[in-house]
């Protein structure tokens, strides 16, 4: 071999371990994204609607999942009983279906 076809060699060498390089770079940077544009900001609603649902009270104003409008009425381990219309009647939901409370309270002002 000449000294051109090591030079040619080692250049090709060079040239693919930085293109493994900045593929590596580019998924990482991907992966970086992916987390703190998608689930991060998830993961902190989900979180958010979880102590909602746990700091109900009796007498809160909901909204469900479904769009039905309602007062709690009574709240057991996974579900929520809820006074709907002015015919007073009463609907059990479980608590992952309420999306909303309606009612302010003096720690949600703080």
């Known amino acids: 071999m000449n000294i051109f076809a090591l030079t040619v060699l080692t250049a090709n060498q060079q040239a693919s371990s930085y293109q493994m390089y900045s593929s590596l770079i580019m ?19 989900e979180k958010k609607e979880k102590e909602m649902r746990d700091n109900l009270e009796v007498g809160d104003e909901v909204v469900t999942n ?17 006074e709907t219309g002015s015919d007073r009647s009463k609907i059990r939901v479980m ?5 909303r409370n309606n009612t302010v309270h003096d720690t949600d002002e703080k």
């Open 66 to 82: 479904g769009g039905i409008v309602g007062i709690v009425f009574s709240i057991k381990d996974d579900t929520v009983l809820i």
């Open 27 to 45: 998924i990482g940077l991907v992966v970086f994204f992916f987390y703190f544009l998608i689930l991060r900001p998830q993961k902190k609603q």
């Open 95 to 99: 608590k992952w279906a309420i999306a």
